[in-house]
């Protein structure tokens, strides 16, 4: 069961107007306290944003899809964002460990959204200063990745990776990802 769930659980980048509540950010939020953290530090700070006014302001500060020269249009735009953040300096921490802390928790996010009929993209790719200075993020912090959610209207496919070319596509609003088989990513079977 949890195999079909990971390959529906697609990155989303376009989106209805349906509003996210604060109470169903919580939820996707409160997931991460059961996320493991290296050394179980803890580290991470979140800034759960669903101000229309807001997501607006955050909106043309992101790329969607890096790979590819699309980005959704206003009309598709995400109605809340999670930004992941942590302290700055850390303090008794290697910030290299911080990154499997947020994949960690990105990945639990994004699957209770799924849960809730949401879905999302994780980007890492937005204006980190704006963004930081339209939230207001105080001082001694700085963000780290950006989770773009909404109800989704995009469709997201799984294909093969051709010649090992994992390069996304899109066609109208259909996007598709291609992926190596499982051949191709085992290095060693012993």
Request: charged share 25%; with cysteine.
């Given at each position: 069961?949890?195999?079909?769930?990971l390959?529906?659980?697609?990155s989303h980048?376009?989106?209805?107007?349906?509003?996210i509540s604060m109470?169903?950010?919580?939820k996707?939020v409160?997931?991460?306290?059961?996320?493991?953290?290296?050394r179980?530090?803890?580290?991470l700070?979140?800034?759960?944003?669903?101000d229309?006014?807001?997501c607006?302001?955050i909106?043309?500060?992101?790329k969607?899809?890096?790979?590819?020269?699309?980005?959704?249009?206003?009309?598709e735009?995400?109605?809340?964002y999670i930004?992941m953040c942590s302290?700055?300096?850390?303090?008794?921490?290697?910030?290299?460990n911080l990154?499997?802390?947020?994949?960690?928790?990105?990945q639990?996010?994004m699957l209770?959204a799924n849960?809730m009929?949401?879905?999302?993209?994780?980007?890492g790719s937005y204006?980190?200063p704006?963004?930081?200075?339209?939230?207001?993020?105080?001082e001694?912090?700085?963000?780290?990745?950006?989770l773009?959610l909404?109800k989704?209207?995009d469709i997201v496919t799984?294909?093969?990776?051709i010649?090992?070319?994992?390069?996304?596509?899109?066609?109208?609003?259909n996007h598709?990802?291609?992926k190596l088989?499982l051949?191709?990513?085992?290095?060693?079977k012993?």
């Amino acid at each position: 069961m949890i195999m079909e769930t990971l390959k529906n659980i697609r990155s989303h980048r376009s989106f209805t107007k349906d509003k996210i509540s604060m109470k169903d950010l919580e939820k996707m939020v409160e997931s991460t306290r059961y996320a493991s953290s290296t050394r179980n530090a803890q580290k991470l700070r979140y800034v759960l944003i669903s101000d229309s006014e807001l997501c607006s302001k955050i909106f043309p500060l992101v790329k969607f899809a890096g790979a590819i020269p699309w980005n959704p249009t206003i009309d598709e735009a995400p109605t809340a964002y999670i930004l992941m953040c942590s302290e700055n300096p850390l303090v008794n921490f290697v910030e290299k460990n911080l990154y499997f802390d947020m994949g960690i928790a990105s990945q639990n996010i994004m699957l209770v959204a799924n849960e809730m009929g949401y879905g999302g993209c994780i980007i890492g790719s937005y204006n980190k200063p704006e963004v930081d200075k339209i939230i207001e993020l105080p001082e001694g912090y700085v963000s780290h990745i950006l989770l773009a959610l909404g109800k989704p209207t995009d469709i997201v496919t799984i294909t093969e990776a051709i010649d090992g070319n994992t390069t996304y596509y899109r066609e109208g609003n259909n996007h598709f990802v291609p992926k190596l088989s499982l051949e191709e990513i085992s290095l060693l079977k012993k």
